[in-house]
């Protein structure tokens, strides 16, 4: 398997976390994202995504954490489809 197909992994994975939190509290995930941005690329990758709030890697029940709320958006979805 190419490695950027396990990187794209991690990126989404952390995407669907980072865009639940942002919907939890906007303001701080607003900040968090400036706060990264302003770091300098000698930082390493890992303290990017902990400056954002979100695992890196597939480690820590990250899966676990995206695919739960992959689900809980469907179901959420699936119910305001059924209501119209």
Same mark, same amino acid.
Do not use: W
């Given at each position: 398997? =190419?490695?950027? /197909? &396990?990187?794209?992994? &991690?990126? $989404?994975? @952390?995407? &669907?976390?980072?865009?639940?939190?942002?919907?939890?509290?906007?303001?701080? $995930?607003?900040?968090?994202?400036? !706060? %990264? %941005?302003?770091? !300098?690329?000698?930082? =390493?990758?890992?303290? /990017?995504?902990?400056?954002?709030?979100v =695992?890196?890697?597939? !480690?820590?029940?990250? &899966?676990?954490?995206?695919? $739960?709320?992959?689900?809980?958006?469907?179901?959420?979805?699936?119910a @305001?489809?059924?209501?119209?």
């Open positions: 398997m =190419p490695f950027q /197909f &396990i990187e794209y992994g &991690i990126a $989404q994975i @952390s995407a &669907i976390i980072f865009h639940e939190n942002e919907k939890n509290d906007s303001i701080h $995930q607003v900040r968090c994202l400036k !706060e %990264m %941005m302003r770091m !300098e690329s000698n930082y =390493p990758v890992e303290a /990017f995504y902990e400056t954002l709030g =695992p890196f890697g597939m !480690e820590n029940g990250a &899966i676990q954490q995206s695919a $739960q709320l992959l689900n809980k958006r469907i179901l959420s979805f699936e @305001s489809v059924d209501s119209v």
